[in-house]
């Protein structure tokens, strides 16, 4: 009876996981079936959603710029935060400031990381383009297709790193330090301590924060919408404003219900890779 009561304090988090993620999913899969233009008339057209989407060169490229910016955000991101968390877990005085200022971008919503890039990156007034201009330097960060994706990746990777930083310290300092002072009193050097004792340690730990940052740069809006709005062009595209501007700017709602069920495709397969790769590494 006790191991039943366990399951009925499931329910409302089944219940509130239906109606936000699945119910929309499998509602979204019905209707990409369909030629929906948010009026009452849906006409059933078979796969004539998926055959166009697949088909379009304006579809890849936005497929190009999304997994171009995750790849990036991703690496970086995971990168440097991993290096700060190694360093801070080291230091003793002052680590505890160093790390409340490494947390603070964390604290910040998109859409206000958004203004404050759009503010200091703006050509005319931004304080990034005024330094620049000084050393004789000409920039124009947004309004360059050839610029506006890196500076996207920059401004995420600034605004996320402090996400793996925490996590990855909170690893390192559970890890037991009898293995690392036995290292010492053997003559180990730090970076064979790091290497050989404190990663290995958090690997899984690593893989998990990898998974999270994956998912979340693969699915980035706000940055995106708020600091270009997929411009220059289609050049910083990516699905989710792909799908928001198919639904909301050419009223084609089936079209974007079909370019989030292709996408949540992918997310649920990268999913189950990172879970295989996890129970690998356990085993």
């Not at 490229?61 to 995971?78: D, G, K």
């Not at 990381?113 to 947004?142: A, D, E, H, R």
């Amino acid at each position: 009876m006790k191991n039943k009561i366990g399951y009925y304090f499931l329910i409302p988090t089944i219940t509130l996981l239906f109606f936000t993620s699945i119910y929309p999913l499998i509602y979204s899969f019905i209707y990409s079936f369909f030629n929906w233009n948010w009026g009452e008339q849906k006409d059933y057209v078979g796969l004539q959603n998926y055959i166009f989407l697949l088909t379009d060169k304006e579809f890849w490229i936005v497929i190009r710029n999304t997994f171009l910016f995750a790849s990036f955000a991703c690496f970086f991101e995971v990168s440097l935060g991993i290096i700060l968390a190694l360093y801070i877990d080291r230091i003793k005085i002052g680590s505890t400031i160093i790390r409340t200022i490494l947390l603070v971008p964390l604290m910040v919503s998109g859409i206000i990381v958004s203004m404050m890039s759009k503010v200091i990156f703006n050509n005319l007034f931004g304080v990034v383009p005024f330094y620049l201009k000084k050393i004789g330097l000409k920039s124009s960060f947004f309004g360059s297709s050839d610029a506006a994706m890196p500076t996207l990746i920059g401004v995420d990777v600034w605004w996320q790193t402090a996400f793996v930083f925490i996590i990855i310290l909170a690893g390192l300092q559970s890890i037991p330090q009898e293995p690392i002072e036995s290292a010492r009193i053997e003559g180990a050097t730090e970076w064979q301590i790091t290497r050989y004792i404190r990663l290995p340690m958090i690997k899984s730990l690593v893989l998990l924060v990898i998974m999270f940052r994956s998912i979340d740069t693969l699915k980035i809006f706000d940055l995106v919408w708020g600091i270009t709005g997929g411009g220059p062009g289609i050049s910083t595209e990516v699905v989710q404003t792909y799908s928001y501007r198919l639904a909301f700017g050419f009223l084609q709602m089936s079209k974007s219900m079909t370019v989030m069920i292709l996408f949540s495709s992918v997310v649920i397969s990268l999913t189950f890779i990172y879970s295989l790769i996890e129970k690998r590494n356990n085993d």
